[in-house]
Structure formats: C-alpha cells, structure tokens
C-alpha cells in the first residue's frame, strides 16, 4: 500500500483506545454510538462467504490482524478489476498520534471497562473518556477541552466510584501510525476504503505490545466475489489473520489491566454453587447497583438516591441474616458501615466524602473475598437450609417463654432473632424458595406486632405541680394510656406467636 503524508500530534488522541477508532479529534463532549463488545477471537475464514452484518459495523466490512512488521499486501490485481490503490488526502491524510492512558496503579478504570486518557491534536489538549459498558449512565465517548493540567472536575466526579480513593497517573503510552487507502477500478471509482494502524504500547518506560490492524470497508457496490477472494489472499499471503473483531485495548495491556472487574457483572445465585462464591455474589450483586445508582444520580436521575439507599438497607439485612456463617468482626464493619450509609441520606455530599468512597472499598474487598466460619465449599442450598432450621429453632427458644412482664433484654433477643430469620430467609429465597417462603410466613404477622412493642425506660409519670386538676387529669390520664398500649402491645405479641406456634405444630 502507498504511503500517505504524516501529521504530527502531540502526546495524544483518543483513537487508540479502540482499534478502528483511532481517529481525529471530535468535538467537545460528544457521545458516540455504541460499539460491538467482543474478546480477542481471531478466525481466519478461507472460503470466501458472504460476513452476517454486525451491530455498529458496516455491511461487508473485513478486520485483519497482521503482524507488525510485515511487508504490505500487494492488493492490486488488474485481472479481477483492482487497478490502483491510492493514498487517501486532506482530512483522510496519514497521521501518527500519541496517547497518555491515565489509571490508577492497578488499573481498577481499565478493569472495570472504563478508559481514560489525554490527548494532544493540532496542538488542541483534551481529556478522553470512553465507558461503553456502562452507558447510558456513563458516555461511551466524551471529549473534554484541557483548560489546564488537572483532570477537570467534570471527570472526575463521573469515574468517582469507580475510581474511588486511587490516585491516578499515566499507566501506558500509545502511538499510532494511521494510514487511510483508497481501492480503486480501471475507471478510477473507489471499491473499498482501507484503514491501516500500527500500534506501539510502552509501559515503564518500555515496549510492550505492537501490532497492526487494517478494515477493509465496502463502498457503493463494494467487491464482487472475485475481487475479495483476491484481497483475502493478499492479506493471508503476509501473515494475516481475518478476524470477526478486534481484541480491546485492556487485552493488548495485558496484566493487571485484563484482571476482574472490582464491580462486578450480575451473577445467577444457584442452588448448587459453593457458599463462598454465593456470598461474594450476593454482595457483588448489591455492590454493583449501588454503583449503578451512584452513577445514575450524578447523571441526574434524583430518584436513584431512594434506589442506592434502599440497596444498602437489603444488603444491610441479608449479610445480618447470614451473619451466623460470617465472620463476626469482618460482618460487623459491614454492616456499621451500611448502617451510616443508610442513616447519611445519600446526597451529593455524601457522594463525595471520603467515608462513603470507603464504604465501597470495603465493599469491593467483600465481593472479592468473603471472611466466613463455616466450610465456603459446601454447596449454598445445603448450608442455608441448615441456617434456616437452626435459626427457627433459636426463635421458637426465646419466644415461647416470652411474656408480657418480660424485660426488655429477653424482649431485645427475639428482636434480634426475627431481625436475622428474615434476613437470613430473603437472602435464601432465590435458591430455597420454599424454605425462605415458609420462614417468612412464621414472621409476617408476629413481627408486624413486635415493631409496635416499646423498649427502654418506662416513660416518668407526669409533673402535675402547677397544673389545673383538669390538665392533670388528662396528664395522668394520656400517661395511663401510654402504659396500657405498651402492655397491650406485648400482650399482642406473645398470644400472636403462641397462636402461630399452634397452627406450626397442628
């Protein structure tokens, strides 16, 4: 392939953080389409038929993967009508580009499908963005003007729980030579456009990856049968591979940037996986749509905020129900710590604290790896049929000899027994369904009437020193009533329970 004129940029273009979009500078805050996710699959097709279109791609159009340094294609071939190729000019004209990717040390932005970077184009800096697989609530595409060295405060606020207390700087540095070519017939029409970039990618100082990616795009009419079969070969008889997509950027990283995401992707919680892996999922479940909250309620969404704290409150009471597998300490922070997120009332300060980036910290920890006192091998139905028996049976322990003369720390138990059960059965209904059923009906209705029962100081009897006999009467009398709800209350409770207890055992 000829070669084109180079236009020189600075430390940087957007392009490269993905293949085929190594492309000129857009304009500020512009939101691109979505792309086609895909993994590094390479796939060389020898027979010539027809590609399925792809999302986002257009018809016909060929990727290949060729090796760095090989020599180019001879693409032209009169006998089948490919006369000439001819290197594309003026906005289309050859350029090389530098881009400084920006992460924190261990990637955890490129981990969790988000790239971001600075770029220098005709001597114009901007800040590049690129979140696909969060969109809407995050751009696949967004372009900010650099005012000046820091990253605007625009950015930052948007990556924040992903980023969270990580400080960022420059991870890798990439260069890309982008040549553009035009196929062309006897009568001078363009059949095809080519793309040709070849990528350089340091880290420390040093090379780390190299490669090359050429898309062939059909124009007009595009290439008969003859005619692709002829380009197929010229790319094969180089060394390249056609390809269904090109590999992503975090693939040709490599290490630490093609490690598991900290917010991880929704996980099916079944009946047969270990207790650990259930336990990680259940909090990585949680843990994602808090972030996904976040995101939607710097987006704008204010309804998100009633979403993230009632997130925060279920997983609140399932890690209580589960807690007599947990480890007690590791259990205990957790909860503290969604205890005050669900206190704080989410707001945009509370966004921004360094407590709250620090409850996802330790959330992100415990989807990871989960601190239990049991066997995290046995498989989850078996152990959370056990906890069910065992904590209905503890119910039934403290509840039966409750009475309504009772004190309040044998009144406190049975709070805190049911507190569990329920827990514990909400977060076993996905995977025992009958079981979580059948704990929760033993709870609807006596735990309905436990809330109402007052624990504390029995309330003063009224000052009635300076009062009327008429606003003392009614003193004492409010006061009597108050005492009486409370002991009708528990009263209520206690016949409640024996009542269920009977129709448990008929």
């Known amino acids: 392939m000829a070669k084109g004129s180079t236009r020189k940029g600075g430390p940087g273009t957007a392009g490269p953080l993905k293949a085929g979009k190594l492309g000129k500078a857009g304009k500020a805050g512009k939101v691109g389409k979505a792309r086609t996710p895909g993994g590094p699959e390479v796939r060389l097709l020898v027979e010539d038929t027809p ?19 090989s020599p180019e294609p001879r693409l032209v071939n009169r006998e089948v009508g490919l006369h000439n190729v001819v290197a594309r000019a003026g906005h ?82 990439l260069n890309c030579d982008r040549r553009e070519f035009a196929l062309r017939d006897d009568a001078g029409s ?42 197929e070969r010229a790319f094969r008889l180089v060394g390249a591979n ?19 995401s900290d917010i991880p992707d929704e996980q099916a919680l079944d009946p047969a996986m270990p207790f650990r892996a259930f336990v990680a999922a259940a909090v990585g479940n949680r843990l994602r749509e808090i972030v996904r909250c976040d995101l939607a309620l710097r987006h704008g969404d204010d309804d ?30 957790l909860r503290d710590d969604l205890d005050w997120l669900v206190a704080a009332g989410v707001s945009p300060g509370v966004l921004r604290s360094e407590r709250y980036l620090s409850v996802l910290e330790r959330l992100v920890s415990a989807a990871r790896s989960p601190q239990l006192v049991v066997d995290g091998g046995e498989p989850t139905a078996a152990l959370l049929a056990g906890l069910l028996q065992a904590e209905t049976k503890r119910l039934r322990e403290v509840a039966d000899p409750l009475r309504t003369d009772s004190g309040d720390a044998a009144w406190r138990q049975v709070g805190g027994v049911v507190a569990r059960l329920r827990g514990l059965a909400t977060a076993s209904s996905v995977v025992l369904p009958e079981e979580s059923a059948a704990a929760l009906a033993l709870l609807r ?62």
Do not use: C
């Not at 279109?53 to 760095?68: A, T």
């Not at 624990?455 to 009635?464: E, I």
């Open 190 to 231: 363009t059949l095809a456009l080519l793309r040709d970039d070849k990528v350089t990618v340091r880290r420390g100082g040093l090379t780390t990856a190299r490669y090359r990616e050429v898309t062939v795009t059909p124009v007009g009419p595009g290439l008969t049968a003859d005619q692709r079969a002829s380009v």
């Open 304 to 333: 998100a905020l009633v979403r993230l704290t009632a997130e925060a409150a279920a997983l609140r009471r399932e890690l209580a129900g589960l807690a007599p597998a947990l480890e007690g300490p590791w259990e205990e922070d």
């Open 51 to 69: 590609e399925p279109s792809r999302p986002g791609r257009p018809p016909g159009q060929r990727l290949y993967d060729v090796p760095f340094s």
């Open 445 to 506: 209705k006596p735990a309905r009437l436990l809330e109402a029962v007052r624990l504390g100081d029995v309330p003063a009897p009224p000052a009635v020193a300076g009062l009327s006999p008429a606003d003392a009467f009614a003193a004492g009398r409010e006061y009597e009533r108050t005492r009486q709800r409370d002991r009708r209350a528990r009263q209520d409770f206690v016949e409640r329970w024996a009542k269920t207890v009977r129709r448990r055992s008929a």
């Open 242 to 260: 056609r390809v269904p997509r090109f590999p992503r950027l975090v693939t040709r990283l490599g290490a630490p940037a093609t490690g598991p």
């Open 92 to 173: 289309n004209a050859a350029y090389t580009i530098d881009v400084t990717l920006l992460d924190a040390p261990d990637h955890r932005l490129s981990r969790s499908g988000v790239l971001l970077a600075h770029r220098v184009l005709d001597g114009r800096g901007e800040w590049f963005l690129t979140a696909p697989d969060w969109r809407p609530l995050l751009p696949k595409d967004h372009v900010e003007p650099m005012g000046d060295a820091d990253l605007p405060e625009e950015l930052t606020s948007l990556i924040r729980p992903l980023r969270r207390r990580a400080t960022l700087g420059p991870v890798a540095a």
